[in-house]
């Protein structure tokens, strides 16, 4: 499941749990797409829980919007990801020096107050 909400005029709140198929991710990146306009020098606060890997028809429909999802992270400049995965705080944090211009900080299940107030600053 991805849900997908804009909080604020530049705030953006990501929620991936479970299983994604491609129909969730084809609905997860059109939310996405949707909540980002307008959006500039935005912020993410993204939750990962019980995470599994997508399947081949997600990842499919992931690939092949990949170049404009590259451009629409750029709307973004600071994200905040919590997870209750190691691997997967881990993967953000190189992320953080793969994708210009944005700065991306994780954070454990718990942290989401500590996560905001970095968010905010």
Same mark, same amino acid.
């Given at each position: 499941?991805?849900?997908?909400t804009r909080?604020?005029p530049?705030?953006?709140?990501?929620t991936?749990?479970?299983?994604?198929?491609?129909?969730?991710?084809?609905?997860?990146? &059109? =939310?996405?797409i949707? *909540?980002s306009?307008?959006i500039?020098?935005?912020? #993410? $606060?993204?939750? !990962?829980?019980d @995470? %599994?890997?997508? &399947? =081949?028809?997600a990842? *499919?429909?992931?690939?092949?919007?990949l170049?404009? #999802? $590259?451009?629409l !992270?750029g709307? @973004? %400049?600071?994200a905040?990801?919590?997870?209750? *995965?190691a691997?997967?705080?881990?993967?953000?944090?190189?992320?953080?020096f793969?994708?210009?211009?944005?700065?991306?900080?994780?954070?454990e299940p718990g942290?989401?107050?500590?996560?905001?107030?970095w968010l905010a600053v």
């Amino acid at each position: 499941m991805i849900e997908v909400t804009r909080t604020g005029p530049d705030r953006v709140y990501i929620t991936v749990s479970g299983k994604i198929d491609g129909k969730a991710m084809e609905d997860g990146l &059109d =939310a996405f797409i949707d *909540a980002s306009k307008d959006i500039e020098n935005g912020k #993410l $606060f993204y939750v !990962i829980t019980d @995470f %599994r890997l997508p &399947d =081949a028809s997600a990842l *499919a429909v992931e690939f092949k919007r990949l170049p404009g #999802l $590259f451009s629409l !992270i750029g709307r @973004f %400049r600071k994200a905040a990801v919590i997870s209750d *995965a190691a691997w997967l705080r881990k993967i953000a944090e190189v992320e953080a020096f793969l994708i210009p211009g944005i700065t991306i900080k994780t954070f454990e299940p718990g942290e989401e107050t500590a996560a905001e107030s970095w968010l905010a600053v």
